[in-house]
């Protein structure tokens, strides 16, 4: 039974039967097969062996999700793209999108021994623009590639149970970065359901499902105001045409530039001394909410003596002379003297 699904050594490897073990995951893991505890058999990153064969049986010539979005994007939306799908299993979904006119399909999965089979189902089919290899969505080598579409096809409780929200930030943010402006991603997430099943089937898991913050039903919220994605559309639930399947809800979101973004581009290109002027602006109101007020009143009355008109020669002339009499008066009434009436002299 251990050797079924499993990509154990011949002749019963220590070593290979120590990393068969079940331990709490870091990103940088990749497993061989379930794991195993004292007692039984898990599949401790959902890796069963044809995982999407077994949700959507029958041969159909594409993957009921593939074709329930080309209904609503287009038959040909993956044409000349390139596609990451992540968690790619047996390789159904990948090789999917390559028959679909993709450039490219990257297929990734934690689990070696799947990603053997899905070679093998390559090799069969003979296609030329995809390609499997076995990593970690998660790990810190993961290739600094761009692609035009990622696919998260039921991925993203597993990545909750093993890594928490810390694994699911890390993948989305990490998908975000992966995408090309205007990259699609095609989301298929577990349900909160569905978590409740296997929330026992280790201490990790339990301590995850525990802490769990961002749930299922919070990750568009998420994509959309944390992340710079726009949700397109909600595909409804998916069934294959033998009534078989899994009915999760697809949620296509496009990535887009952020408002953020234009506004620092602009910042950049405006001269330092304007950026100082404006970073003061901002401290004076984030300090006292009174200055801003003196501010504006002191530029409005500076404002509106530029407008006035300037006096005439003449007018001048007039002021300077009452001006002088008036302070004239002031000084004789200083030192107890009533001041000489000229009236003849005020006009």
Known sequence: DRQAGADTAEGGDDDQWRSSMYHPPTVNDVVHGPQWTLTSKIFAFGNYINYYGDAHRGKAELDPR???LQKVLGDDFLQDKSVLDVGTNSGDVALGCGRSGASRVLGVDVDVSLI?????????????????????VLAEEFPQEKF?????????????????????????????KMLRKGGLLLLEPQDWKSY?????????FEANMAAIKIHPGSFKRYLTGELNFELLHTLNPVKAGDGVGFVRPILVLK???KKADAETAG?????????GDASAAVEVTAEDGAKPRKEKKAKHDEAA????????????????????RKDQAQEAGDAGQKPAKRAKEVT
């Open 116 to 136: 053997k089979a899905a070679q093998a189902n390559l090799d069969e089919a003979g296609q030329s623009n995809v390609e499997f290899k076995a990593l970690n």
């Open 148 to 176: 035009d579409v990622v696919i998260l096809f039921s991925v993203t409780k597993w990545v909750h149970y093993n890594y928490g929200d810390t694994g699911i930030e890390l993948l989305f943010k990490r998908t975000q």
């Open 267 to 275: 910042a950049e290109g405006s001269h330092p001394e304007s950026q």
């Open 305 to 324: 003596q530029a407008e006035e008109p300037a006096p005439e020669v003449g007018e001048e002339a007039g002021g300077k002379k009452r001006k002088k």
């Open 66 to 68: 593939l074709a329930a």
């Open 255 to 257: 990535k887009i530039k």
């Open 196 to 204: 409740k099943k296997k929330r026992h089937l280790t201490t990790t």
